[in-house]
């Protein structure tokens, strides 16, 4: 919604009054709307509008603003006085918009497909060579008859004669008819009687259409349909997810849509399931990376050619924002006439195309009394209002003009109508907009009855959504009988129990994996940093090599530490390695990274995590913010709190999830990190230790979280085995290597469609494992030699660790070929 | 002459990439004067998918999904073409530049209307008073319109300095405008704005050149390029193409892949990867003249 309506103060005062003829007496249609208003009262009516407003913030209906630097979710704002429209008016309306609708549906036909147009002279070549929306791959596609407008939505103005215009026509992804529909559900709710009384047209029957219309543009029984959303972030996304419950329909983002063979796939645990047609919300341009523009993140590459080969349906078809461009509608009479052989029942507002001379002559003659825009919205000017020009620029601007006239349209400032807004106590005026919406059943078109129709924000002011405006609903009182057919369950009538949720997308599973993993990897960070920190200053030379070898149990590829071959790093530099791992965000193994992305990713799945869980992920990444006079020793306390954090968000996890394939993959990420760090750590034991460096043991009992099942068993003398014991194969402790791979083995095979290899490989792994008798293997004593027979059976433990730690990353890549990306996986097996 | 061209890409990946979506524009268009007898391509690993399409301005595209995880990309095509020497009439006398840029919006014929759409801006090609500035040096008044395009194209070969490093595939033509440097694909690019400022229409050509190699050495296999020109509509005449890298008249060492407004329209390979990381790119042409 990009309108931008403006309205001069002088205006105003000559603007229709919507409500009354002579500022005093309401017309006739308003009568019963006053006096119920009326007999309600204004503190009862202020009474309901809190309930209202309380609703519209539990429901959670939201439009995000672009410019919001904050990123906020804004309520919807909504007004609880309907615009009324009586029916003779709107059996005006409703012929002036379908007959525009089947128009620019012929038009869009033509320029994709025979050009007739072109070659005969009824439209300018320029209009569609010079329109970035004319997207040349959809030119010559066979689009089923008169299917290329879905739905279009026509913005309207009533000028002071009484006269309705036409503002502007959306096509490419019309917004709005969702919040009309939550507008009606809200006012019907809070105005009861008035609404029962009134005899309005009801919405729910355009909305059956629309869901029929879009069923039937599919040959197939059962067609799978998706609306297809830009995401979180776009300004409507609250429609997109309610317009897609109400009506049945998987909200799917480009990312969990792929083409294979020509035809699009949802990507869900399940497997790959054909989509047949799409119901956009994405801007058509944005759709395919591959063959549309190349730099959105928003589309699904290869849908173009989908559609070419006729496997998929789009509503509105992809190239359809082409009538969008104010500059047609000069041409529109005419057009009609041709196409229809009708004359064009609803005028647009007067537009002037500067591409034709005239045209060009008669602006630059008449700057004062016109606003300028550009004749492709996206080239990104901003409306100019030739009366504000200052004089001496003026030529400059009939220059800019005059050099790409085609570029530039002007049209004639409308004086918006006005209509009574409820405004703490009271009704005030404010200019308003109709967004009508009319949709292609496949057999004709029909109107939403009444619309969205937009207010503006103070009196005189623009009329946008973008810039934050406000809505109210349109009622046409209706002279005949009524369909009151309703799409939403009767509150009496029992619900069908479901257990499970019926598809979990790929992007959902892959999402909750990688915070399974990163919440584990930024446990093991946490406990290793707060385990190394208090104990530099104080380390002697062999301690201070055992601080080392755990740290280099990270693997960091991003260390500052000298290269081990060189010389060993002095306890300055691991404290500024540590320093750096804990607070760089920079880095990419830090906590602070780390944490960074359990955000991001819980982000991306926060409509599926508790607000608790949320919280605690919010709080997590604002932990590493450190005062900057934080003192290096401060750092064990920050970290031990941070700890506390994760378990909390652990714990939610074990306690307060669902059992279902989230928590599956979740918690196999979780495992399978776990278990990638601590064979690492592991590794460092198998490497026979000299008895200075048995201080790692310590350390790395204190990571696994192992120190008191360990004295429980072993009291304080630290023996390697006995350390091997506990952390590898005590299948009861839940730090144990044993535990992770068992556990890994089991939640595997609940997933659907499991890949059989995969589940033999780790059970072979920890078959391997299990088969290591530690009591057997012979740990070289201090005093012993150090290389002898007697190793040879940690030796073999060794390689097995080696082997694991190859084993673990393709054994994750495979997971996520086989459940997120669909792709083939690859054999693998432990020792290969 | 006859040519056998291969025209090999490889993309190294840092992390497998599990699956890749691409199109590829290498096969080359057939013309009156310019035929393309044998054209395949090779890709490895195996797509899953492969189809092929005629775009709309009428390049022959190839449509491939990989689905397999993999480091490496490989695309070969291998092509056969045969050009006949100067098959574009050449006429001294054309009309006035002003006449063209007059004739071609009022032209409803269907060459007219083809003609038409390349007179307008495009993702990758504005329209800017500086570049009809620059252009007019040589579109002087009443000029007619072929003496005035070898003008120019000379010029821009003269005025810029071919430099591979100054550039990259995403430098908007304003920057090479005032940089002065480029590669062929910039100096293309910038021709066809000039032209386009002046409200005339130019499409973008890719292709290959034929290279010799210094006297008395081996011809290097592998050492050519894929190359990119310009070519400018003239009423009554057709298409005229100029090739301002090399201020030269494209005749029978250029071979035509495809045309459209500008390089966003004809890139070779083109693609969509999930994974991969950073990657590395190595382009081998070879375009060996087999029989004169």
Known sequence: MTLHLHESPSQSADAYDELSADGVTPRPHWAHLMESLQEIGPEELGRRWNR???????????????????????????????????????????????????????????LYGPQHLLTHGHFPAALLYGNPAFLRPLVGVSVPAHSYLHMLAIDLARSPDGQWWVLADRAQAPSGSGYALENRTIVSDVLPDLFRTSNVLRLAPFFRAQREALTNLSKRDNPRIVLLTPGPYNETYFEHSYIARYLGFTLAQGADLTVRNRRVYLK?????????????????????????????????????????????????????????????????????????????KLPSVATWWCGQSYALDWVLNNLDSVVVKPAFPSRGMEPVFGAEIPQAEKGKFAEQLRARPQEYVAQEQVAL?????????????RSVVLRTYVLNTGSGWIAIPGGLVRVAEAEGSVVSMQRGGHSKDAWVLWDGPIDTFSMLRP???????????????????????????????????????????????????????????????????????????????????????MTSMFTDAKRPDSLAHTLAEVYRIGDNVRERLSADMMFLIGQLRDFVQLEPKTQFLEYPAILTDCLELLSAFSGLERENINRGLGWLFMTIGRRLERAIY??????????????????????????ADSSMTYRARYYTTLQPLAVLDVLMADETNPRSLDFQLSHLADLYQKLPRHVRDDLKAMRDALALLRSFDLRELKYPLPGAAMAGNGSDGLSRLEHFLRDLERLLPSWSNNLSSRYFSHARTLPISIGQ | MIYRIVHRTTYKYKYPVSVGNHVACLKPRSLPHHQSARSELRIQPRPATRTERVDFFGNRLCFFTVQEPHRELVVEARSEVTIDENSTPWLQQTLAW?????????????????????????????????????????FLSGRPMLEALLDLTARIHKDFRFDSKATNVRTPTEEVFKKRRGVCQDFAHLQIACLRS?????????????????????????????????????????????????????????????WGRDYGDVSPLRGLILGGGAHTLKVAVDMEPIEA
């Not at chain 1, 109508?417 to 005026?429: E, I």
């Not at chain 1, 584990?520 to 080392?548: F, H, K, T």
């Open chain 1, 491 to 577: 509150r009496n009538e029992p619900v069908e129990l479901r257990r499970v949720p019926r598809v979990v997308p790929s992007s959902v599973a892959d999402n909750v994996f990688w915070l399974g993993r990163y919440a584990e990897r930024a446990q093991n960070l946490a406990r290793i940093l707060r385990a190394m920190i208090p104990r530099i200053r104080l380390a002697e030379e062999p301690e201070l090599a055992c601080l080392i070898r755990l740290h280099g149990c990270l693997e960091s590829r991003y260390s500052k530490l000298p290269k081990a071959k060189r010389r060993r790093p002095t306890s300055l530099e691991l404290e500024q390695e």
């Open chain 1, 417 to 429: 109508s006005t209509a009574p807004v409820w405004d703490q106590g009271c009704l005030n005026s």
């Open chain 1, 52 to 110: 209202a407003e309380r609703r519209i913030r539990e429901n959670g209906i939201t439009y995000n603003v672009y410019s919001d630097t904050l990123g906020a979710h804004r309520d919807w704002k909504i007004d609880i006085v309907p615009l009324l429209i009586p029916a003779d008016e709107w059996r005006s309306i409703e012929a002036g918009i379908v007959q525009r609708a089947q128009l620019l549906s012929l038009l869009l036909e033509d």
């Open chain 2, 98 to 138: 002003e006449e063209v840029a007059k004739s071609i919006p009022g032209d409803d014929s269907p060459a007219g209307l083809e003609a038409y759409q390349f007179g307008f801006e495009s993702p990758r090609i504005r329209v800017q008073p500086q570049f009809a500035d620059y252009a007019r040096q040589s």
């Open chain 1, 268 to 344: 869900t645990v399940d497997g790959l399931e054909k989509v047949d047609v799409i119901l956009r919300r994405v801007d058509d341009s944005f759709c395919d990376p591959l063959e549309l523009r190349g730099d959105s993140l928003l589309g699904v590459p290869g849908l173009v050619d989908s559609v070419v080969a006729g496997n998929v349906k789009v509503a509105n078809a992809l190239g359809s924002g082409l009538i969008e461009t104010a500059a047609i509608m000069p041409f529109l009479p005419g057009l009609s006439t041709h196409l229809l052989g009708e004359k064009l």
């Open chain 2, 198 to 258: 002046l409200n005339l229409a130019a499409r973008y050509v890719s292709g290959y050149l034929r290279t010799y190699p210094p006297p008395g050495r081996p011809r290097l296999v592998g050492a050519d390029v894929s190359h990119a020109w310009v070519s400018a509509y003239c009423p009554g005449i057709g298409w005229l193409d100029m090739d301002p890298t090399n201020n030269v008249v494209p005749s029978d060492g250029h071979v035509t892949l495809a």
């Open chain 1, 678 to 703: 601590l064979t690492r750590q592991l590794r460092e034991i198998t490497t026979p230790l000299a008895e200075q460096d048995w201080s790692l043991l310590e350390c790395l009992l204190e990571v």
